[in-house]
């Protein structure tokens, strides 16, 4: 499997951007599809999570309220919409693919390359 994030940018605080994880190949319904970010300097982050087969998600609380989790079978596609954003919120966001319903970034075995996301106060 593999994955390929797009749809970063830079976009003011208070806006909103949708990310795009589009995965190659099947997705097992037990599938675990989580979006991570990492600023720099700082370690590899949970944002947020969903079951391929439930569609039932997970976020971080930095993010709750805020972000929403989706995904599109058809397309073999995950999203992360991400509104109000906040300067914190600046990062590489990673999609990753895993089996576990996990926080932990060493759960996923599976990752995409990153988009930057730039939130200007």
């Known amino acids: 499997v593999q994955l390929q994030a797009s749809g970063g940018g830079l976009v003011q605080a208070g806006g909103s951007l949708r990310l795009s994880c589009a995965a190659s190949?099947?997705?097992?319904?037990?599938?675990?599809m989580g979006w991570f970010r990492q600023a720099p300097g700082k370690e590899r982050d949970f944002v947020g999570l969903?079951?391929?087969?439930?569609?039932?998600?997970k976020y971080a609380d930095s993010v709750k309220g805020r972000f929403t989790i989706s995904r599109d079978s058809a397309k073999n596609t995950v999203y992360l919409q991400m509104n109000s954003l906040k300067s914190e919120d600046t990062a590489v966001y990673y999609c990753?693919?895993?089996?576990?319903?996990?926080?932990?970034?060493?759960?996923?075995?599976?990752w995409g390359q990153g988009t930057l996301v730039t939130v200007s106060s």
């Open positions: 190949g099947r997705i097992y319904s037990s599938a675990v």
């Open positions: 969903i079951r391929w087969s439930r569609d039932s998600t």
């Open positions: 990753a693919r895993g089996v576990d319903w996990s926080t932990s970034a060493r759960d996923y075995r599976h």
